[in-house]
Nanobody, 126 residues
Framework: QVKLVESGGGLVQAGGSLRLSCAAS????????MGWFRQAPGKEREFVAA????????DYADSVKGRFTISRDNAKNTVALQMNSLQPGDTAIYYC???????????????????WGQGTQVTVSS
């Protein structure tokens, strides 16, 4: 089992940047594929980015490709989401997720993840 705690959210103007971090408990962090999802008010939770267990494989939603970068540090049990060129449409609660059995083909599906953080609010003003 793993516990996830997100941090780094906040209020930023359009065009600005934020870096989200997710700290994971446990000694087997490298066994978990990690994902970032977001949920805006009145909308369903949507995939943002994912990274494989080794960190060599990454995947991004089309809406964030080229602006967001996901990375992980297995020695520090952390995964990060660097968000640049933020837009008002990026406003949402951002969630970190983990799963030990997920495959690269299913990393975009929220139902495949067993463990979730509490979320961190990101607000982008125009």
């Amino acid at each position: 089992q793993v516990k996830l705690v997100e941090s780094g959210g906040g209020l930023v103007q359009a065009g600005g940047s934020l870096r989200l971090s997710c700290a994971a408990s446990g000694r087997t962090f490298s066994s978990y594929a990690m994902g970032w999802f977001r949920q805006a008010p009145g909308k369903e939770r949507e995939f943002v980015a994912a990274i494989s267990r080794s960190g060599q494989g990454t995947d991004y939603a089309d809406s964030v490709k080229g602006r967001f970068t996901i990375s992980r540090d297995n020695a520090k049990n952390t995964v990060a989401l660097q968000m640049n060129s933020l837009q008002p449409g990026d406003t949402a609660i951002y969630y970190c997720a983990a799963d030990s059995r997920i495959t690269f083909r299913t990393m975009r599906s929220s139902v495949e993840y067993d463990y979730w953080g509490q979320g961190t609010q990101v607000t982008v003003s125009s």
